[in-house]
């Protein structure tokens, strides 16, 4: 076989993992923030090691800190306390790891971008959509004759309720980023219970 790497002879199937199935009424989406060395190679160990587990991804962001040579990363995962509790242990154990915690029953602040492309058939259309976008506090970021582009930052929440509302007019594009979340810090007005 001349498009074939390797020996010669059949071909070796590898098969992806299997998702765990959970169990119901106990799981739920978890939000893991890390803070990691900003190296190569990183980003892949720490999917390996969640997907080699047999999770899945939700959504998964990351960037650069404030601090040179750190990256934080939002990671949405899917469990039971029990699975996120294994896959936050493994993520300390990485060496490039710095922080890991599960943000999901600790005060914190989500976020979402989306940028989204309708289609404006006519004045009415533009009008309803231009509506939109300032109710939802969305910039309109490029304008053409039949389309606006718009940017919207907000929950998961918004920006699905956000999609609903433009579908009539047709979507000719979107693309919507994972989440990012940080740890709210308590106010002096907060009590610490």
């Known amino acids: 076989m001349a498009d074939t790497i390797g020996k010669e002879g059949p ?11 959970l169990p119901k009424g106990k799981v739920r989406k978890h939000v893991i923030d890390l803070l990691v060395q900003n190296e190569h190679g990183v980003l892949a160990r720490i999917v390996t090691l969640i997907s080699g ?26 469990g039971d306390e029990h699975v996120i509790e294994q896959v936050v242990k493994q993520l300390r154990r990485l060496i490039n790891t710095i922080k890991v915690r599960d943000l999901t029953d600790l005060p914190h ?16 259309a533009k009008e309803e959509v231009y509506r939109l976008a300032q109710i939802f506090n969305a910039k309109i970021v490029d304008v053409s004759h039949n389309t ?8 998961g929440e918004e920006i699905d309720n956000f999609i609903e509302l ?7 594009e979107m693309i919507r980023t994972g989440k990012v979340a940080l740890k709210r810090e308590l106010s002096k007005f907060e009590s610490h219970d």
């Open 148 to 155: 606006y582009t718009i940017e919207l930052t907000g929950t």
């Open 109 to 124: 602040i989500e976020r979402e971008l989306l940028l989204i492309k309708v289609n404006l058939p006519g004045n009415r």
């Open 53 to 78: 587990k047999g999770y899945n991804i939700e959504s998964l962001s990351v960037g650069e800190t404030h601090e040179k040579g750190l990256s934080r990363m939002t990671i949405v995962v899917e």
């Open 166 to 172: 433009v579908k009539p007019f047709g979507i000719k």
């Open 11 to 21: 071909l070796k199937v590898v098969a992806a993992p299997k998702f765990r199935k």
